[in-house]
């Protein structure tokens, strides 16, 4: 085997919780330090898969700069506080792969970022991005999601992929009767399926 084991993670919905206006009931996706929170399982999660040998980066669709939401900026300086804020777990992110980019746009976004492009999952070229920078080994790496893109992009990048889904919370109702397209494990938390992913035997 060549390349080092690794979990690429999804980021919200997987790592931290979506934001909600508590006027307008708005969902959106933190966009600032101060909106994130970790969800339930992810530190103990992240340690298991760690201590086991698991090289750990993220791959997130953040599409607000195309879209007219949120600047190119205010991504780059919310993965970096993710980042600092798993490290004060103990928890070593390597690196972290941001697709700013969508296809349609809106008003008052970044036209330099609107139209097609390689990254935005469920296209692989995030994934493959960071099996190349960090020397990963593609048979004993995971991508693991919250939603059926995550799993597609896994499955184009000829990667195992875990889905972390729980019926009990609104906003994931699509996954209510199970993806489209089926993981190789799956489970309500981080923590939870971090066990599945460890009783594969795939880590060094």
């Known amino acids: 085997m060549s390349g080092r084991p690794g979990i690429i993670l999804d980021r919200d919905g997987t790592l931290v919780d ?34 086991a040998g698991y090289v750990l980066a993220i791959a997130t669709n953040q599409p607000g700069p195309a879209k007219g939401h949120f600047s190119a900026d205010a991504v780059a300086r919310t993965n970096d506080a993710l980042v600092a804020m798993l490290a004060k777990e103990g928890i070593a992110i ?3 792969a941001s697709c700013i980019h969508h296809p349609d746009g809106g008003a008052g976004g970044d036209p330099a970022l609107v139209g097609p492009c390689r990254c935005r999952k469920p296209k692989p070229g995030m994934l493959d991005d960071l099996v190349q920078d960090l020397g ?17 992009a896994g499955r184009a990048a000829k990667m ?42 795939n880590a060094s």
């Open 160 to 201: 195992k992929t875990g889905l972390l889904f729980d019926t009990k919370r609104c906003e994931l109702c699509p996954l209510r009767n199970g993806p489209k397209v089926l993981p190789d494990a799956h489970a309500p938390t981080l923590d939870a399926l971090a066990e599945i992913i460890l009783g594969s035997g």
């Open 94 to 96: 390597e690196k972290v």
């Open 18 to 51: 979506v934001v909600r206006d508590a006027e307008t009931g708005v969902i959106t996706t933190a966009f600032h330090p101060g909106q994130l929170r970790l969800l339930k399982g992810v530190v103990a999660g992240l340690g298991k898969l760690a201590g």
């Open 136 to 152: 990963l080994d593609r048979e004993r790496t995971w991508m693991v999601g919250d939603t059926t893109r995550d799993v597609e």
